[in-house]
T-cell receptor, first 111, second 114 residues
Framework: LAKTTQPISMDSYEGQEVNITCSHNNIATNDYITWYQQFPSQGPRFIIQGYKTKVTNEVASLFIPADRKSSTLSLPRVSLSDTAVYYCLVGDSNSGYALNFGKGTSLLVTP | EAGVAQSPRYKIIEKRQSVAFWCNPISGHATLYWYQQILGQGPKLLIQFQNNGVVDDSQLPKDRFSAERLKGVDSTLKIQPAKLEDSAVYLC????????????FGDGTRLSIL
């Protein structure tokens, strides 16, 4: 399984763009990169998934460079409600990507 | 669509007692997962089912934990006997298939062992 490394915590002010980078140096050819968000007392919630280049949806963008050894989750104009833990996962169904949640990045957004 | 349902939301037991958790996945989802999340850590997969067959239970402490998924729908996770270190949130998730599909999580059962 590809091991991931994320910052333990990040702080931001409301309205700013937040970029959380995840390192996954030994990502395999078939691996996808998936990000989840978790609020206290709730289960994780899927945010975005990508394989290469850039993926965008209504809540976030995911940037993946050509070598795929890292990825960046970008949250535009964060609000207080974006305070949560963000997890980066790497893998595919054959390697068991479900296993590797890690400790995630705790994002605190303040006024 | 209705989300993943779990019960109970909270459970307090004494060590060496037994406990069971129930999960009802999203309708039509073939894959079901049970995770253990200890305070301050990310979820750790305990067992993964594809329909009613076990795909991966390599991290399930089989001397005390057991899980089943009858008829490929609902699932139960049991701990017997419980230890203090089992205090955690137990999360159930489901996905359409295992191939790179996003997982949909329930809100978990918070277990406290006294």
């Amino acid at each position: 399984l590809a091991k991931t490394t994320q910052p333990i915590s990040m702080d931001s002010y409301e309205g700013q763009e937040v970029n959380i980078t995840c390192s996954h140096n030994n990502i395999a050819t078939n691996d996808y990169i998936t990000w989840y968000q978790q609020f206290p007392s709730q289960g994780p919630r899927f945010i975005i998934q990508g394989y290469k280049t850039k993926v965008t949806n209504e809540v976030a963008s995911l940037f993946i460079p050509a070598d795929r050894k890292s990825s960046t989750l970008s949250l535009p104009r964060v609000s207080l409600s974006d305070t949560a833990v963000y997890y980066c996962l790497v893998g595919d169904s054959n390697s068991g990507y479900a296993l590797n949640f890690g400790k995630g990045t705790s994002l605190l957004v303040t006024p | 669509e209705a989300g993943v349902a779990q019960s109970p939301r909270y459970k307090i037991i004494e060590k060496r007692q037994s406990v069971a958790f129930w999960c009802n996945p999203i309708s039509g989802h073939a894959t079901l997962y049970w995770y253990q999340q200890i305070l301050g850590q990310g979820p750790k997969l305990l067992i993964q089912f594809q329909n009613n067959g076990v795909v991966d239970d390599s991290q399930l402490p089989k001397d005390r934990f057991s899980a089943e998924r009858l008829k490929g729908v609902d699932s139960t996770l049991k701990i017997q006997p419980a230890k203090l270190e089992d205090s955690a949130v137990y999360l159930c998730a489901s996905s359409l298939e295992a191939n790179n599909q996003p997982q949909h999580f329930g809100d978990g059962t918070r277990l406290s062992i006294l």
